[in-house]
């Protein structure tokens, strides 16, 4: 299967500090890319949807203006922690969709990010 | 209610057993369904996907009940290897694709 990859896989801040987590389709073009966050022992719950060369759309209690993301180019997207505080530690995860293969074709996760806030 | 409910478990089984996961969703509309393993502090990786029919994967078969809205997941011969949290994942039809996920079933396979 296609490849993605986080970067960081983990990250440890102060709290109010701003954090910046990458996800990249290493094979492929994504024209479109998800971020989840997963606290512990809960389901993944979908944050928003990145299309590439426009704005993210964000699922229901999801602070736009503090989980910034970024889908400038093909194969990265960047989701941007501002300010971040302790309840916002979880396990941040990626997918990214295949735009060459139709619509309902798999996607494909990123090991995920693990952020915990001081 | 949650759009995709799983039994938590943990269900612990011992080598050989046979096991059987459900999962039940709430939107009508969903269109694709599928099972998605995930380990401890991992990302989920698709398991198989579950068509109307009943598929089978070695010793993995999905089913689907549309009208009960209701997914099933059987394992046979569960090895140690299987023992991993199961996630019962809807996606909806549209221009969306999102994927919603149910909050997993943890499976411990003992020696």
């Known amino acids: 299967g296609a490849v993605v990859s986080q970067h960081p896989s983990w990250v440890i801040c102060k709290s109010g500090t701003s954090v910046k987590i990458e996800c990249r389709s290493l094979d492929f073009q994504a024209t479109t890319m998800f971020w989840y966050r997963q606290f512990p022992k809960q389901s993944l719950m979908l944050m928003a949807t990145?299309?590439?060369?426009?704005?993210?759309?964000?699922e229901q209690g999801v602070e736009k203006d503090k989980f910034l993301i970024n889908h400038a180019s093909l194969t990265l997207s960047t989701l941007t922690v501002t300010s971040a505080h302790p309840e916002d530690s979880s396990f941040y995860i990626c997918?990214?969709?295949?735009?060459?293969?139709?619509?309902?074709?798999?996607?494909?996760f990123g090991p995920g990010t693990r952020l915990t806030v001081l | 209610r949650k759009e995709v409910e799983q039994d938590p478990g943990p269900f612990n089984v011992p080598e050989g057993a046979t096991v059987a996961f459900n999962c039940t969703y709430s939107n009508s509309a969903s269109q694709s369904f599928f099972w998605y393993r995930q380990d401890c502090r991992k990302e989920p990786k698709l398991l198989m996907s579950?068509?109307?029919s009943g598929n089978e994967d070695g010793r993995f078969t999905a089913q689907l009940n549309r009208a009960s809205q209701y997914i099933s997941l059987l394992i046979r011969d569960s090895k140690l290897s299987d023992s991993a949290t199961y996630l019962c994942v809807v996606r909806y039809g549209g221009a969306t694709n999102k994927l919603i996920f149910g909050t997993g079933t943890l499976l411990a396979v003992q020696p």
């Open positions: 579950v068509y109307s």
């Open positions: 990145s299309n590439e060369g426009s704005k993210a759309t964000y």
């Open positions: 997918s990214a969709r295949d735009g060459a293969s139709g619509p309902y074709n798999e996607q494909f």
